[in-house]
């Protein structure tokens, strides 16, 4: 058989969930018979930039999120769809210009265009609602519709079938373990504290503002905690600001993009996720697989409640309430290892990874 290559279609190829899932799912496929590349929005490069090629991938780049020229973004994707013939399943992952490259990938003879939805939500501003409009051809557009949750495909797609694929990980690399646990600890300086973590991008969706002033009404009467921080984004001068502001300097570590994040679960004693919305969220599944405690805000969806550490609160409950169910999960909650409860729910990536594979073959006949 030879090989097919499956083209990819994202914003860009940053360390965040949606492109960690792909390459979860990229390392894990048969690169024998199936090969990614990349179409992206940007003319930078990005954190698994070089990986893809390592791998064998190649990256195609457009510059409409720089340029905003939406007539060269037409003429550019009509262009490259025409001199691309080999792609016969393009996977496309960009919400809100989905329905363009999906048309423009249809009429140069692309017979499987997948749309997945990775959110269950948008922002409730003017840059939300435009993003909603863009989004309610790209269900027509497309030829085949998945979804990382039942709720993320029902926003995206309403009541016309879709298939859930489960944002797999490699579980295994993730297992509670007390000596990487005791190294990491070491290594960030919290030995004797305890932790309470957040991965995820200084975007407004992650809700960075209430995690902190949450995280400050905790340290007032909890003199060892500490907060660590991991990753980027728009927003991470105004969130380093606002800790700064509120005296939080020597309690609250910024730790940048991380490419370890298996030793970082182990160094946590609590995860906190208050995001105002999201698919499921890859950090969570991660985290339960380090047996790991999570307190989420309940605007994420319960698909993710894989495992007993999963606690979820409203964001109107008070910071006294959230503070309460902190103290109550470190008490009653042992980590153990969750290894096959995460396989049994199909959160392991060999699944995910199998059921593509056999799915991109099928449908590049």
Not at 17 to 40: A, H, P, S
Not at 68 to 78: C, P, S, T
Request: net charge negative; glycine share 6%; aromatic share 12%.
């Amino acid at each position: 058989m030879d090989q097919i290559r499956v083209l990819q279609v994202v914003p860009n190829m940053h360390r965040a969930g949606l492109e960690t899932l792909i390459m979860n799912i990229y390392r894990n496929i048969d690169r024998e018979k199936i090969q990614f590349d990349f179409l992206v929005h940007y003319n930078q490069r990005f954190d698994y930039d070089d990986e893809i090629e390592q791998l064998g991938g190649k990256i195609y780049r457009l510059s409409v999120r720089e340029d905003n020229n939406f007539f060269k973004y037409f003429k550019d994707l009509n262009s490259f769809f025409k001199a691309h013939p080999e792609y016969k399943v393009v996977h496309g992952h960009m919400e809100s210009f989905g329905f363009i490259y999906s048309h423009f990938a249809k009429k140069n003879g692309v017979k499987t265009v997948i749309a997945h939805s990775h959110n269950a939500l948008i922002e409730p501003n003017l840059k939300g609602f435009l993003k909603s409009m863009m989004n309610k051809p790209w269900k027509r557009t497309a030829t085949e519709l998945f979804a990382c949750s039942e709720k993320a495909g029902e926003f995206m797609f309403g009541k016309r079938p879709f298939r859930v694929i489960n944002n797999g990980i490699k579980c295994e690399n993730f297992v509670f373990n007390e000596k990487v646990r005791a190294e990491y600890r070491k290594q960030l300086g919290v030995e004797d504290k305890t932790v309470i973590g957040h991965i995820g991008r200084f975007e407004r969706q992650k809700n960075h503002t209430f995690l902190i002033d949450l995280f400050k009404k905790y340290a007032e009467t909890h003199l060892d905690a500490v907060l660590l921080l991991v990753g980027e984004g728009h927003l991470f001068d105004d969130i380093r600001k606002k800790v700064d502001d509120l005296g939080l300097n020597d309690k609250v570590q910024f730790l940048g993009v991380r490419s370890d994040l298996e030793g970082i679960y182990q160094a946590l004693d609590l995860f906190v996720l208050p995001s105002l919305f999201e698919g499921l969220p890859v950090v969570g599944v991660e985290a339960q697989s380090a047996g790991l405690p999570i307190l989420t805000a309940d605007t994420v969806t319960s698909e993710l409640c894989v495992t007993e550490f999963v606690e979820m609160l409203p964001l109107e409950a008070s910071y006294e309430i959230w503070c309460d169910k902190i103290d109550d999960m470190l008490k009653n909650i042992t980590r153990r290892n969750t290894l096959e409860d995460m396989n049994k729910a199909g959160f392991n990536i060999r699944n995910t990874a199998d059921f593509l594979q056999d799915y991109y073959i099928k449908h590049s006949i």
